[in-house]
């Protein structure tokens, strides 16, 4: 009876190697290699056009002046426009934002930790009638670090153009006689 049941399995296992499942039909395929069209002009500089384009840096400070009883819950902003206007005589192009957080001169206790300060850097190309949003940052008092804020794609401020500065310092938190203090900078170039 075993030799049976293992001749039987035998010839089962014959007759499926045999028959296996069945092979499809094969198909030619024919790959070609289309490279997709890129649009992506590299933006250059000629060295003789990064110059000075009288956009000169300014700051902004905040001193917090008056106490809410509660810290972390109080938030105060002061704005600063630059004096006076920039008219250009090229185009200019700029490229990158730079904020450089200063000392306030608050005292370091512990209600410091508390504090944030956050800045707007605003343009105008019509002598302060109106602003654009141009780049924003923020940071904890008593950290000096630069904040670099590199745009995606170049502003360009035509000649002409009145220019006018705008910076918005707000603090959120912190005690009494703290302080949020920024310089701001575009980094720009003539076209």
Known sequence: MRRMFAGLALALGSIAAIAGPPTPPTVSVEVVNTPLPVATPQATIPFNKWAETGMKGFGCLL?????SGTPGQFGETTTCISDPSNTLSSPVLIWTVLFMPQNAAYPMDDGYKAADCMAMYWLSVDDGT??????????????????????????????????????????GGGTINQGCNALVRALSSTK
């Open 130 to 171: 109106s602003f654009k949003r141009i780049a924003q940052a923020s940071w904890s008092p008593g950290q000096f670090q630069s904040i670099v804020v590199p745009l995606h794609t170049p502003i360009e401020l035509p000649a002409g153009s009145v220019v006018r500065q705008q910076l918005d310092v707000k603090m």
């Open 63 to 67: 001193r917090r002046t008056t106490d």
